[in-house]
């Protein structure tokens, strides 16, 4: 197994990440014999990648950050940098190696204190005598000051240091930031290369993991998340029904209130297994007296974190939110697809009657401006208009037609 099996339905990057992998270690080898390296290389110091969601941006950032870890002894045989049995693979894969920063955030954006913390530890020299790789999966969650605090390290890298940039799109990162980057687009796996991968690596069975792959439309974690979490099930049966309960404005603000409480729900469940854990930790941290009294001069930290997390639940209900939308979308583009006659595979063929009913109960037309009124209502989450307020009118909406 080497490090790009999970990199899925993405042949051509893969390509280019083994190519650069390649250069990268006949770098660190001259280096090391005290030679000069080679002049051409299609290795660089920054990398951005951009793809749906689902495509695995990540995925292929930490499998090319753990390709230009490798110290496989193959590799003066002839063998590609990535076997994925090395220490140097395994470690980065798994998220404990010294040299391989990955940063991810629970947060609505990344400030510039936060940033400023990155960049410093950029400059290090890698402990390995490699490379100091720096993932960064949520680029486009940078505020703008926070970009700007990044580019000058972008512009001006330590000898050893790789960023690797995640983003949805080359819109969502700084014009100055992404012009001194080189860009990698990735597609939406293909259904059959994403069942695949379910059944391979996590044992699920083949009719399942076909389900979910298709259920998805070749989002990996979400299909991975389908096949092995019963409340994701219920979730998305609970989404598929609202189409057909919008017939009167109760049944619309009633759906539209249970849609907004399951996210609500399943922020308390993070916020339940995360918050108190933290909260403990930090009072230790600090040296809380019996009965957990705290000492003079720590209320600012807790209040910090009370905050952190107030943060945190708030987008976790919005990507929670975000997901049933997204469902939602993909039940109307189906409906959409019977009342055109196309060919094309139904991504929630498991709930073919709700979807025949729809189809021949509206028009195309119809169906088209269900699909906006979804868009618009994640244009709304987006732009912070109140969860509730946004799915009531979307459901409204939806029932119009």
Not at 14 to 22: E, G, K, P, T, Y
Not at 214 to 237: C, F, P, V, W
Not at 359 to 369: I, K, N, Y
Request: aromatic fraction near 2%; charge should be neutral.
């Amino acid at each position: 197994m080497t490090v790009w099996d999970d990199v899925v339905g993405q042949e051509r990057v893969q390509a280019q990440l083994s190519a650069a992998a390649r250069d990268a270690d006949l770098r660190v080898t001259a280096e090391a014999l005290g030679e000069r390296p080679p002049a051409a290389s299609k290795m660089t110091h920054a990398w951005l990648f951009t793809g749906p969601p689902g495509s695995g941006r990540s995925t292929a950032a930490r499998a090319f950050a753990a390709a230009l870890q490798c110290v496989s002894p193959d590799r003066a045989l002839g063998g590609e940098p990535g076997c994925g049995f090395c220490d140097g693979c395994h470690t980065a894969l798994i998220g404990t190696h010294a040299d391989v920063d990955v940063i991810r955030t629970d947060l609505l954006s990344i400030g510039v204190k936060d940033t400023r913390e990155l960049v410093r530890r950029a400059q290090l020299s890698p402990a390995g005598r490699r490379w100091q790789v720096i993932i960064l999966e949520d680029a486009d969650r940078l505020t703008e000051g926070a970009g700007n605090v990044l580019l000058k390290a972008v512009e001006e890298p330590a000898p050893r240091t790789v960023w690797l940039l995640c983003a949805p799109s080359l819109e969502d990162v700084l014009p100055t930031i992404r012009s001194r980057c080189r860009h990698l687009t990735l597609r939406t796996p293909p259904v059959a290369a994403v069942a695949d991968v379910l059944i391979r690596r996590d044992g699920i069975e083949p009719d399942v993991a076909a389900t979910v792959a298709r259920a998805t439309q070749g989002h990996i974690g979400r299909a991975r998340r389908l096949s092995t979490d019963e409340r994701a099930r219920a979730r998305r049966a609970t989404v598929l029904k609202l189409p057909l309960r919008v017939e009167d404005i109760g049944g619309c603000l009633r759906a539209a209130q249970e849609l907004v409480d399951a996210a609500a729900d399943d922020a308390k469940q993070v916020a339940d297994e995360i918050d108190g854990k933290e909260t403990e930790n930090l009072k230790a941290a600090l040296g809380a007296g019996p009965g957990g009294r705290m000492p003079r001069g720590t209320a600012g930290a807790m209040k910090e974190l009370e905050d952190r997390q107030k943060r945190r639940k708030t987008r976790t209900q919005r990507d929670s939110l975000d997901l049933a939308l997204t469902d939602l979308t993909g039940f109307y583009r189906d409906v959409l697809a019977l009342q055109l006659g196309s060919e094309v595979a139904l991504a929630n063929d498991d709930v073919r009657d709700a979807l025949d009913r729809i189809a021949r109960a509206s028009t195309p037309e119809g169906t088209l401006r269900r699909i906006e009124a979804v868009v618009s209502c994640r244009q709304a989450l987006d732009s912070n208009v109140a969860p509730l307020l946004a799915v009531e009118a979307m459901a409204v909406a939806l029932r119009a037609g």
